[in-house]
């Protein structure tokens, strides 16, 4: 059971350039997230997902677009990278552990981004 | 809007107890979750409270009170390898609403 997965590890983008940060679980969990985390921000909402074909915008959205055309993956696209994304970014799935929903979250092991 | 707080850094002594507190200013409050991160990984869960009191698992505990907006993490026997980051994290409503995370307690142990 490999949970949650995203790819790539680590990635050097220069200004400008666009990519996308791929995250796919295999536990059929409806809800996904993505966080970013920088030295003393604690994780922030980037957007989030609560079933194939919705997504809605977190804390922190601006210049980041995702899709969820599957319960699977739940991909974030930069659109032209700026040195202010320069972060660690996680993706996260939930499910209900107390007989509840969404009580659990499990990250991925991040992407740590670089935009010179 | 939420907003969590919760100490930036924290010291304590391999085999002593530690506390971590967690006080948090929502619209609404739909439980309280705890996670731990150690550097270089990816934020793991450790304990969820939606009713007021004490849930204990192993080594951890976290304590919640719903009326003073407030909770905290509890370390016992303290190890050198419980130096980490913890976070605590809520939700305002159940469903499917974002979990939102204070800015983390950077916890030393040393011997």
């Known amino acids: 059971n490999a949970g949650v997965t995203q790819t790539p590890k680590f990635q050097v983008l220069k200004t400008g350039q666009s990519m996308t940060l791929q995250c796919a679980q295999d536990?059929?969990?409806?809800?996904m997230s993505w966080y970013r985390q920088d030295p003393g921000m604690g994780l922030r909402l980037i957007h989030y997902s609560v079933g194939a074909g919705i997504t809605d915008q977190g804390e922190v959205p601006n210049g980041y677009n995702v899709s969820r055309s599957t319960t699977e993956d739940f991909p974030l696209r930069l659109l032209s990278a700026a040195p202010s994304q320069t972060s660690v970014y996680f993706c996260?799935?939930?499910?209900?552990?107390?007989?509840?929903?969404?009580?659990?979250?499990?990250f991925g092991q991040g992407t740590r981004l670089t935009v010179v | 809007g939420q907003s969590l707080e919760q100490p930036s850094e924290v010291t304590a002594v391999e085999g002593a107890i530690v506390q971590i507190n967690c006080t948090y200013q929502t619209s609404g409050f739909y439980g309280l979750s705890w996670y731990q991160q150690h550097d270089g990984g990816a934020p793991t869960f450790l304990s969820y409270?939606?009713?007021?009191g004490l849930e204990e698992t192993g080594r951890f505990s976290s304590f919640l009170s719903r009326s003073d907006s407030y909770g905290y993490l509890l370390l016992q026997e303290l190890q050198m390898k419980d130096s980490a980051s913890y976070f605590c994290a809520v939700r305002d409503r159940k469903g499917n609403t974002p979990l939102v995370f204070g800015k983390g307690t950077r916890l030393s142990v040393i011997a």
């Open positions: 996260a799935s939930s499910y209900g552990r107390y007989g509840d929903d969404y009580t659990e979250a499990f």
């Open positions: 409270n939606a009713l007021d």
């Open positions: 536990m059929n969990h409806e809800y």
